[in-house]
């Protein structure tokens, strides 16, 4: 069993930056694909970054292109999401999930969620 733990939330300015971490821990994870996600009250959850685990390769939701950043270091076991030029609507929890298959936005085909971590950007 692959359990994901995620750090680095809290609340910023709009305009500032904060950086999120996913740290696996359990199961070793070969391949597959490291995701994050956001949800806000009242709204569905959105696929906001994707990494690929063997390659590095990068996939990203249309509303944070260029602003936020997918990476990770293997040797740690994580994934990072820094996430620059906040503005408010990108308040919401963000959690990070694993997908052995297919880098997808389709949530319901990723599992062994994190907790969350909460963002707050204030006007």
């Known amino acids: 069993q692959v359990q994901l733990a995620e750090s680095g939330g809290g609340s910023v300015q709009a305009g500032g930056s904060l950086r999120l971490s996913c740290v696996r821990s359990?199961?070793?994870?070969?391949?597959?694909?490291m995701g994050w996600f956001r949800q806000a009250p009242g709204k569905e959850r959105e696929g906001v970054a994707v990494?690929?685990?063997?390659?590095?390769?990068?996939w990203y939701g249309d509303s944070v292109k260029g602003r936020f950043t997918i990476s990770q270091d293997n040797a740690k076991n994580a994934v990072y999401l820094q996430m620059n030029s906040l503005k408010p609507e990108d308040t919401a929890m963000y959690s990070c999930?694993?997908?052995?298959?297919?880098?997808?936005?389709?949530?319901?085909?990723?599992?062994?969620w994190g907790q969350g971590a909460q963002v707050t950007v204030s006007a």
């Open positions: 990494i690929g685990l063997q390659f590095g390769s990068t």
């Open positions: 359990g199961d070793t994870v070969s391949g597959g694909y």
């Open positions: 999930a694993l997908n052995k298959f297919s880098p997808n936005w389709s949530s319901s085909q990723w599992g062994n």
